[in-house]
């Protein structure tokens, strides 16, 4: 009965990560990346990776999200860790594979900032909406909602891509744009969190 259900959910699944995984790559390869701006989170790892040493973004977060991936394994369920990894993978080929045809905004940096965070945050509440997750900090979240259950997930990824900011501006502090990215991630939690409260 159980394979059936996720049998029967499979499709909806993957067009969800499709559309988030879209609507995510634009967010990170029209507005953050051709900017510097460094988001919480992987995202905001593999943009740094990208800028230093031009590694692709989308096996980069693939790549880091592992280790997360085993911690999943072992305190979230098998079920919810498996759903995680179908959605980093298409997420990851997403990101690589539709980069060459994406425009780069080369304006405002603010604007970049907050468009970017727009989309990173829908794309992330259409995949949370269907119980998966995109790795990395939605991960951490996860297990930190576990322990509180009372936190709302999309408040836990500000406090969590803000812990990890912080470390990233000290170490990268030549790139100038970092400092974008709170706005970033602040946008992008906030509308998950305000998403999340529509569908409940």
Not at 44 to 69: S, W
Not at 123 to 142: E, H, P, Q
Not at 163 to 182: E, G
């Amino acid at each position: 009965m159980k394979n059936r259900e996720w049998l029967r959910r499979l499709p909806m699944d993957l067009l969800m990560d499709i559309v988030g995984g879209l609507i995510y790559a634009v967010g990170l390869n029209c507005f953050a990346n051709p900017n510097d701006i460094a988001p919480g989170g992987m995202s905001g790892v593999a943009v740094i990776l990208n800028y230093l040493f031009e590694i692709p973004m989308g096996i980069t977060i693939f790549c880091v999200n592992i280790p997360l991936l085993l911690l999943a394994w072992r305190f979230l369920g098998h079920e919810f860790t498996l759903h995680s990894l179908k959605t980093i993978l298409v997420w990851s080929v997403l990101v690589d594979v539709v980069a060459p045809y994406l425009p780069a905004y080369a304006g405002d940096k603010i604007l970049a900032a907050l468009f970017g965070g727009v989309c990173i945050g829908i794309a992330v509440a259409l995949v949370f909406l269907r119980g998966s997750t995109t790795g990395g900090t939605d991960i951490v979240s996860r297990l930190l909602q576990r322990r509180w259950p009372f936190m709302p997930i999309g408040k836990t990824m500000i406090a969590v891509d803000a812990v990890i900011v912080v470390p990233s501006r000290v170490d990268l502090k030549n790139i100038a744009p970092v400092r974008y990215a709170p706005l970033v991630f602040c946008v992008s939690g906030t509308v998950t969190h305000n998403l999340e409260l529509r569908h409940n």
